[in-house]
């Protein structure tokens, strides 16, 4: 099967499994709490958690529950499998909390899979051009340097300042913090002190509206590029770097022989 096939296959079985991951989640979580509803079963953790996640520090066993959209549903799946992990929704339930895991040890690998031949795709790309318009810049350390320079550039305008301008007007944010959100997003870093989709054009997000939804579907897209040039420098730096374990050397040293013991009447050499 030719490789590009093969690439754009693996991506569409990311997002059906990421799809499929999102209705479960959210067919889980609604479930399980108005379960907990009727039968008045709080617990004083899971309390404590509605008070501050609703601001309302004297909530009580009975205050209403909005089950979350499933497009919500959807970018936390994609902050599990990124790893990025905002924290701005968290599993309640057991349900969810084991689900959550066992998705989890499917969908990530899939993702690094991904991602790493997306990486190595464009930094094959970038090396070709190296070799075309670089080639004056003396040495091949030198020509990399130039090469990761102008990735770093690259990235640092379309991948963080652009979006992170986007960010801002959408979310009603400063340049200075749709930026900051952007960089900690590609980079999987995921403080959660900013999380897009709270607000939308600088009002209160309504997850029933499909612009909503198609921005949720367009941040999924951005994480996915974003992540394919972090990638992507990872390969540049690493093809001039040493590797960890020199080729052909073993994991654990052979016993060399001893040395066979000179015949008796030979001089030594330390001893000439």
């Not at 979580?29 to 601001?55: K, V």
């Not at 497009?71 to 905002?86: K, N, P, R």
């Not at 979310?171 to 995921?190: N, P, R």
């Amino acid at each position: 099967m030719d490789h590009n096939v093969r690439l754009a296959l693996l991506v569409v079985l990311l997002f059906v499994y990421l799809f499929i991951c999102a209705g479960m989640f959210h067919a889980l979580e609604p479930w399980a709490d108005a379960w907990w509803l009727g039968a008045n079963n709080y617990t004083e953790a899971t309390r404590e958690f509605y008070r501050n996640y609703t601001g309302n520090k004297n909530a009580t066993d009975d205050f209403p529950f909005v089950p979350r959209s499933f497009f919500e549903s959807f970018f936390y799946m994609t902050s599990v499998f990124t790893t990025i992990g905002y924290g701005h929704i968290t599993p309640i339930t057991t349900f969810a909390k084991v689900f959550t895991a066992v998705s989890a040890n499917f969908g990530i690998p899939l993702l690094i899979y991904i991602l790493a031949i997306f990486g190595s795709k464009v930094s094959d790309l970038v090396l070709a051009g190296e070799d075309r318009f670089l080639r004056r810049v003396p040495g091949p350390y030198g020509r990399r340097t130039v090469t990761v320079m102008l990735v770093e550039l690259f990235g640092l305008f379309f991948i963080l300042m652009i979006p992170g301008a986007i960010f801002a007007e959408l979310e009603d944010w400063s340049f200075g913090d749709g930026t900051w959100y952007a960089f900690v997003s590609v980079t999987t870093i995921g403080f959660g002190d900013l999380v897009s989709g709270q607000r939308y054009a600088g009002v209160e997000a309504d997850p029933n509206l499909p612009a909503f939804n198609f921005y949720i579907l367009c941040k999924v897209c951005y994480l996915l590029v974003g992540m394919t040039w972090v990638a992507t420098m990872w390969y540049l730096v690493a093809d001039v770097l040493p590797p960890v374990r020199p080729e052909g050397q073993q994991v654990q040293k052979e016993e060399e022989p001893e040395p066979e013991p000179a015949p008796s009447g030979t001089l030594l050499a330390n001893q000439a």
